[in-house]
């Protein structure tokens, strides 16, 4: 298998074909993915709440996100990986976004980015693109905006739908290789879809996007707080890894570990 590349996305579009995306912060879950044959990693600014301890993803700058980009770019043979810009490195000014993604491009070795926004960011878009770094767009419920979208709340309802769909079409027309949609109505991300040349990636935006995308540590259950509604639980690492340290704990307790096999005569 080659490194998976912006165009071969584009392709599985065309042919109808589904595809995966999860998050990536560090080596193991890197190359655990891309055996796995996932195509696309996403080194998010999810990294916040994930490996920072954040409660948002409002604090995480570049020079945090950079080497864990360094690092599952190291450890991912053939998948896409692609960096988040976070919050305050790209919305001054095109020329800033420009900056932040030649950081992640250079010193990540980051092979796109990511930015949020719909229209308004369209000139950010433009110019990253025309630099040749390849632009994911993130429209629909955008974290790093929280504060002014009032909260986490479901994007896109009723007459609201058309207001997406112009942030669509217009990330589509600055060049954007796919847009991520986040908790919107199924029924407008399925519009989208439908209406986009490029892929949508969806995440809690129902069942009718080209790819789904997760964040891992939700969906292997490394995280055991609360999560969302549209999070599908596919292990209990958390759980897991809990029981060994625990077992381990124990062991040295009790004086069972180690044995006479791990020990040198
Ligand atoms: O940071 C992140 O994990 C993301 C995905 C949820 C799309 O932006
Ligand atoms: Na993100």
Redesign the pocket.
């Known amino acids: 298998r080659k490194r998976v590349r912006v165009h071969h996305l584009q392709q599985l579009k065309e042919r109808g074909e589904a595809w995966p995306m999860l998050?990536s912060y560090d080596m193991y879950s890197a190359k655990i993915f891309d055996e796995a044959g996932i195509p696309v990693l996403?080194v998010?600014?999810?990294a916040a709440n994930n490996v920072y301890g954040y409660e948002s993803?409002l604090p995480v700058t570049v020079d945090e996100l950079l080497p864990l980009t360094r690092a599952v770019t190291r450890s991912a043979e053939h998948a896409l990986v692609v960096a988040?810009l976070p919050f305050g490195s790209y919305q001054a000014s095109p020329e800033q976004a420009l900056t932040t993604a030649t950081r992640f491009m250079k010193e990540g070795r980051a092979h796109a980015v990511?930015l949020e926004g719909g229209r308004r960011f369209a000139p950010q878009i433009e110019a990253l693109v025309s630099a040749g770094v390849p632009v994911m767009a993130?429209i629909g419920f955008t974290p790093q905006h929280e504060h002014g979208l009032g909260g986490y709340r479901v994007q896109a309802r009723g007459d609201q739908a058309e207001q997406l769909l112009e942030d669509a079409r217009a990330v589509q027309e600055a060049g954007a290789f796919a847009v991520?949609l986040?908790m919107v109505t199924a029924e407008a991300a399925k519009q989208v879809t439908h209406e986009l040349r490029i892929p949508t990636v969806g995440?809690g935006a129902g069942p009718d996007t080209d790819a789904q995308?997760l964040?891992w540590t939700d969906m292997a259950g490394m995280n055991t707080g609360r999560t969302a509604k549209f999070v599908k639980k596919y292990a209990d690492l958390g759980g897991i890894l809990g029981d060994a340290a625990t077992r381990f704990a124990q062991d040295v307790r009790d004086g069972h570990f180690p044995a006479s096999e791990h020990s040198f005569h």
């Open positions: 998050t996403l998010g600014d999810s993803s988040d990511k993130h991520v986040e995440i995308v964040v």
